[in-house]
């Protein structure tokens, strides 16, 4: 039974996807070997630590063609002859007819670089996210006549078309998926193929983020001097909403004593900031941009109040589970969220957390000013959040139907 899989990203490492680095570290210390293959040199300046413990070995494919053409053209020469080059080269022509575009290219080239690179030893490609890295495996995938699996995760579910989507599961030996949403939407794509879809949640462990076991103090939003502390983690970008969380902000009874930290990079920090200033609310905000984990503990350990105000963006990007709110909850810290994908299978309304519907600025100001003043209930919802951690995210029983949908496929 071969233990080996090559798995490909859209970009590796990267700070703000600590879930699929610990799956990663998960398999190896199961007894796999990976190898990794992604599309996009990294971004991030920092790394997390879980990064310096995974032993793949990473590969870098051309991010652009035209930057690589040798390695592309030397690529195609040695993968041409293979028995499942003219498959797959139906395939990506079927693809492109419907998506007529430069990514749409760019992804056969990249999969032609795999295919060719792949050693000789290779037994598996897998996949993380359905929609670029999961074409760029499949194709590579029927050059190789290799067998194929796929995570799917948010965005690249709902914002992949459903006759992609569906011709992808139908080629793949299974699909693993992080919430009911993506694996409802899944299935509706590829009705034929219900069986090969598989609700595997992202569980935390518990050796990175330790559950929190202090007590915080009782700040009820009445003294200036020590303010209810509001904490955001996430990227600066249109999904997260956090243009809408400034407006909610804003919103809140002037005599309300609370401050918010915002950790995360992202397109829109910039913008934000003016935002917050055009707002008067530049004395209570602070941005620190994107930090490592255990910045990211530090602070959800001295907060008060997680929220997040997500939403779906123009393109149909939105969130799964945020792992966040998974970690929040690790930490006995009560969350004030939007119901938007995966986010109200995590936080359960009035028992974790209190949640409101997408876009209602002035609703999440209510809940926000009902929770800023109210220490005792936000202690009941924490405390509740943590303890459901076991039952519903479990790192070890997900690695473990993860472990064994990999070993079904050998």
């Not at 990227?235 to 809408?244: L, M, S």
């Not at 969380?245 to 920090?269: K, M, Q, T």
């Not at 984990?293 to 997500?310: C, G, H, I, P, Y």
């Amino acid at each position: 039974m071969t233990r080996l899989i090559d798995i490909v990203v859209k970009g590796y490492p990267r700070l703000s996807e600590t879930f699929i680095a610990q799956e990663f570290l998960g398999l190896e210390e199961a007894g796999f070997t990976l190898r990794i293959w992604s599309l996009r040199h990294p971004t991030d300046k920092k790394r997390h630590a879980i990064h310096e413990a995974i032993r793949a070995r990473v590969t870098y494919l051309p991010e652009y063609l035209k930057d690589a053409p040798r390695r592309v053209f030397a690529a195609w020469r040695k993968v041409r002859h293979l028995p499942g080059y003219r498959a797959a080269r139906r395939a990506f022509l079927s693809d492109l007819a419907h998506d007529m575009t430069p990514n749409r290219i760019r992804r056969f080239g990249q999969a032609l670089v795999l295919a060719a690179e792949l050693p000789d030893d290779a037994r598996h490609i897998h996949a993380h996210f359905i929609h670029t890295p999961g074409s760029v495996g499949r194709y590579a995938a029927m050059m190789r006549g290799l067998p194929l699996s796929f995570s799917a995760h948010a965005r690249d579910i709902f914002t992949t078309p459903a006759r992609e989507l569906g011709v992808k599961i139908a080629d793949a030996r299974f699909v693993s998926v992080c919430t009911q949403d993506g694996a409802n939407a899944l299935t509706r794509a590829a009705p034929g193929f219900a069986a090969r879809i598989h609700l595997i949640r992202h569980g935390i462990r518990l050796a990175r983020f330790p559950l929190f076991e202090g007590t915080r103090p009782a700040r009820d939003g009445q003294s200036a001097d020590d303010p209810v502390r509001l904490l955001s983690v996430g990227r600066a970008v249109e999904k997260k909403g956090y243009d809408g969380l400034l407006r909610s902000l804003a919103l809140l009874p002037r005599d309300l004593a609370w401050s918010f930290d915002h950790i995360g990079g992202g397109e829109n920090v910039v913008a934000l900031k003016a935002q917050a200033v055009a707002l008067g609310l530049e004395g209570r905000i602070r941005f620190h941009g994107a930090q490592d984990s255990t910045k990211v503990l530090e602070a959800m350990r001295a907060a008060d109040l997680f929220v997040l105000f997500a939403r779906i963006a123009r393109d149909g990007d939105r969130d799964g589970i945020p792992n966040v709110i998974v970690e929040a909850a690790s930490q006995a810290l009560p969350v004030a969220a939007t119901r938007v994908g995966g986010i109200g299978e995590a936080v359960r309304e009035g028992e974790t957390g209190l949640l409101c519907e997408e876009g209602d600025e002035a609703g999440f100001a209510r809940i926000m000013a009902q929770l800023i003043a109210a220490p005792i209930l936000r202690a009941q919802l924490g405390m509740k959040a943590q303890e459901n951690i076991p039952r519903d995210f479990s790192f070890d029983a997900g690695l473990a139907r993860l472990r064994a949908l990999f070993e079904g496929v050998a």
